[in-house]
């Protein structure tokens, strides 16, 4: 589990519509990193909020594309 499978991960997220379809079509964060690990993205859900986090600091606006991935509740327990 990986900053660097994170950064990689939003970036798929960014740039491939289908792959986030399928990703948002979980609505439980547990089901989304499941399927976020089926595509062999070795990550937790905290790893994917600080890269995020650190993402939206760096740029004038709002998240990346990622936004509500965890769900409102946040990850949860992992």
Partial sequence: MTVEQAKAFIE??????MFREKIMASEAP?????????????????????VESDVV????????????IAGADGWGAM
């Fill in 12 to 17: 798929k997220m960014k740039t491939d519509e």
């Fill in 30 to 50: 547990e089901n989304r990193l499941k399927a976020i690990g089926a595509e062999r993205f070795e990550c937790t859900g905290e790893e994917i909020e600080d």
């Fill in 57 to 68: 600091q760096g740029a004038a606006g709002g998240r990346v594309g990622t936004s509500n």
